[in-house]
């Protein structure tokens, strides 16, 4: 006789069917809709720390965006060593020589073929990293003319400790997405919460011979966040 299912398990047996059939019903939708352009999801990491844990996990949630349904094309672009002036949103100039790389990220942003974005940021004292702070507050130039205007908007967080800030980090950068008339989703079941989480400082990830972020038990909410901006995207293709 076959053992009753847990609470626990029965949904998360549920959560994983749900999803896979929506996104079917998605991705249907967008088969039977008029031909358009390539659904891209670009994927920004904003930690200064380049190919690293935030990259990693950014990398994996990309993937399970890429890999949920035919037509979707994703894009990691890293802020580790460029430099985005964070005083020119407030209307200073830079300095004389100040080296400005904002506009080609800007450019990969606002490309009419990126119909989803996913930030990815390490957690500092409960909060986002200056690079993540300094692109969102530059970002404001596109308000007035509604350049990131529903496009699917995502957010992962990796932190130091279990309970660090992920949270309040991922909430932070979403609001800055819902100014921009961005359309914020959470992970999709059967975590479901309010984005990725993972934990860098967790023993298991440097269990083995090489630290991999992908061992901790929070890298199914990042697969799942790939999945649910990849299902949304594909629903905003098919009209």
């Given amino acids: 006789m076959s053992q009753p299912l847990s609470r626990r398990k029965f949904l998360e047996t549920a959560g994983v069917a749900a999803g896979t059939?929506?996104?079917?019903?998605?991705?249907?939708?967008?088969?039977?809709?008029?031909?358009?352009?390539?659904?891209?999801?670009?994927?920004?990491?904003?930690?200064?720390?380049?190919?690293?844990?935030?990259?990693?996990?950014?990398?994996?949630?990309?993937?399970?965006?890429?890999?949920?349904a035919p037509g979707i094309e994703v894009e990691l672009?890293?802020?580790?060593?460029?430099?985005?002036?964070?005083?020119?949103?407030?209307?200073l100039p830079l300095d004389p020589g100040e080296r400005d790389d904002f506009p080609q990220v800007a450019a990969k942003m606002v490309d009419p073929q990126v119909a989803g974005i996913i930030f990815?940021?390490?957690?500092?004292?409960?909060?986002?990293?200056?690079?993540?702070?300094?692109?969102?507050?530059?970002?404001?130039?596109?308000s007035k003319e509604k350049k990131l205007t529903n496009k699917v908007g995502g957010v992962l967080?990796?932190?130091?400790?279990?309970?660090?800030?992920?949270?309040?980090?991922?909430r932070s950068v979403q609001v800055t997405l819902m100014a921009q008339q961005m359309i914020v989703v959470g992970?999709?079941?059967?975590?479901?919460?309010?984005?990725?989480?993972?934990?860098?400082?967790?023993?298991?990830?440097?269990?083995?011979p090489v630290p991999d972020i992908t061992r901790d038990d929070g890298i199914a909410s990042v697969k799942n966040l790939g999945r649910r901006v990849a299902e949304m995207a594909l629903r905003l293709a098919a009209g």
Avoid at 196 to 205: E, K, L, Q
Wanted: proline share 7%.
């Fill in 187 to 208: 992970d999709a079941p059967p975590t479901g919460h309010w984005g990725g989480t993972v934990w860098a400082g967790n023993p298991a990830v440097s269990a083995g």
């Fill in 157 to 170: 967080a990796v932190g130091g400790g279990r309970n660090c800030g992920l949270e309040l980090t991922i």
């Fill in 77 to 91: 672009v890293e802020l580790a060593g460029l430099k985005i002036p964070g005083q020119v949103a407030a209307g």
């Fill in 120 to 142: 990815g940021t390490p957690v500092y004292f409960g909060n986002m990293s200056y690079l993540c702070k300094a692109l969102l507050d530059r970002c404001i130039l596109f």
């Fill in 21 to 68: 059939a929506t996104l079917a019903v998605a991705a249907a939708e967008a088969a039977d809709a008029p031909p358009r352009k390539t659904v891209k999801i670009l994927g920004i990491c904003c930690s200064p720390r380049k190919g690293k844990t935030t990259a990693a996990a950014l990398g994996a949630c990309l993937e399970a965006a890429k890999a949920a």
